[in-house]
């Protein structure tokens, strides 16, 4: 298994709800990642897990939490989201230890109403 | 400190002539570099990567690049694009010791392959 598979692939929600993101890859990655993608633009680095332990928080607002329950799972808790907040959100992981190897999933389409 | 330059934002070219998407990069250390393509609605797929030896690396769907260390670039080539080829192209570096080993992005190119 080479993939790392993202649910659900489109979401709406409105400002009030509470919702998460799912990421999981078997490839025995010990780093994995959140970026926040905007149209036409480079991924924005969120959140960096390694070997289950956050070790990167890149100045994300509190709304967004992010959770890593194994080393095969990434989760991202959302909750009263902003309409500037719709974007494609992205994990990724690679192997632990190397800069190289990325693999990244299709992402999470998100629509805050 | 890294940064990288995508030195087009967009290239509109025929299909089947030849394509060059350039990328410059600034680091005061060694870096790993890295071209990923992104097809409309999709995420991220490496298309190739530099991490030692060879300048010139061959990667996916017939693309190769090759590192300029002198001139810091590393640009990406296609002898004959194919509409499918349409896309938006990013470069990225990544220092190859330390600590710090995060990607640093292009602003990226789209590359718009026309019948």
């Known amino acids: 298994d080479t993939e790392v598979t993202q649910t659900p692939k489109h979401l709406v929600m409105g400002m009030t709800n509470k919702k998460s993101l799912k990421c999981e890859q078997h490839m025995g990655h010990r780093a994995m990642y959140w970026y926040k993608q905007k149209a036409k633009k480079p991924p924005e680095l969120m959140f960096v897990y390694s070997y289950e332990k956050l070790s990167i928080n890149e100045s994300v607002p509190s709304r967004f939490s992010p959770e890593c329950p194994n080393s095969s799972l990434l989760n991202l808790h959302l909750h009263a989201l902003q309409p500037e907040d719709s974007a494609l959100y992205l994990c990724?992981?690679?192997?632990?230890?190397?800069?190289?190897?990325?693999?990244f999933g299709s992402g999470t389409r998100l629509t805050v109403v | 400190a890294q940064s990288v330059t995508q030195l087009d934002s967009q290239v509109p070219v025929f299909e089947e002539a030849p394509v060059e998407l350039r990328c410059n990069y600034s680091?005061?250390?060694?870096?790993?570099l890295f071209w990923y393509v992104q097809y409309p609605n999709q995420g991220l797929q490496l298309l190739l990567k530099?991490?030692?030896?060879s300048t010139l690396v061959k990667g996916i769907n017939g693309f190769e690049a090759e590192f300029n260390k002198s001139q810091t670039s590393f640009h990406l080539r296609k002898p004959s694009v194919h509409i499918s080829d349409t896309a938006e192209y990013f470069c990225a570096v990544s220092p190859n010791a330390g600590n710090n080993r995060k990607l640093i992005w292009g602003l990226g190119t789209s590359l718009a392959v026309n019948p």
């Open positions: 990724a992981s690679r192997p632990g230890g190397r800069t190289d190897g990325y693999t």
């Open positions: 530099y991490l030692s030896g």
């Open positions: 680091s005061s250390v060694s870096v790993y």
